[in-house]
């Protein structure tokens, strides 16, 4: 059994910065892959950034390059999501995701067996 329990999040005005961590316990080979996903208001949960278990390879979504850096420790099976530049737009709560295969480029919420609870980001303009 894996679990994800993330934190960091809260308010931030525009062009502030915040870090999210989600702290994985469990099996290792459950977390080869770790991301992060949003949910706005009234939308879908939506691919913000992933990692393999190596730290090596990572992937953004198109919005966040450029401002957001996802990185993890292996060690402590902990990943951080680095948070710029922030925007209104970026206003979701956001979850921490990991499964035990290996992705590339976008995943999708289905592709994710385990999840963190969610942490809310507001950006105010």
């Known amino acids: 059994q894996v679990q994800l329990v993330e934190s960091g999040g809260g308010l931030v005005q525009a062009g502030g910065s915040l870090r999210l961590s989600c702290a994985a316990s469990g099996r290792a080979s459950s977390t080869t892959t770790m991301g992060w996903f949003r949910q706005a208001p009234g939308k879908e949960r939506v691919f913000v950034a992933s990692i393999w278990r190596s730290g090596s390879v990572t992937y953004y979504t198109d919005s966040v390059k450029g401002r957001f850096t996802i990185s993890r420790d292996s060690a402590m099976n902990t990943v951080y999501l680095q948070m710029n530049s922030l925007k209104p737009e970026d206003t979701a709560i956001y979850y921490c995701?990991?499964?035990?295969?290996?992705?590339?480029?976008?995943?999708?919420?289905?592709?994710?067996?385990?999840w963190g609870q969610g942490t809310q980001v507001t950006v105010s303009s």
């Open positions: 995701a990991a499964d035990s295969r290996l992705y590339s480029g976008t995943i999708q919420p289905y592709q994710c067996e385990h």
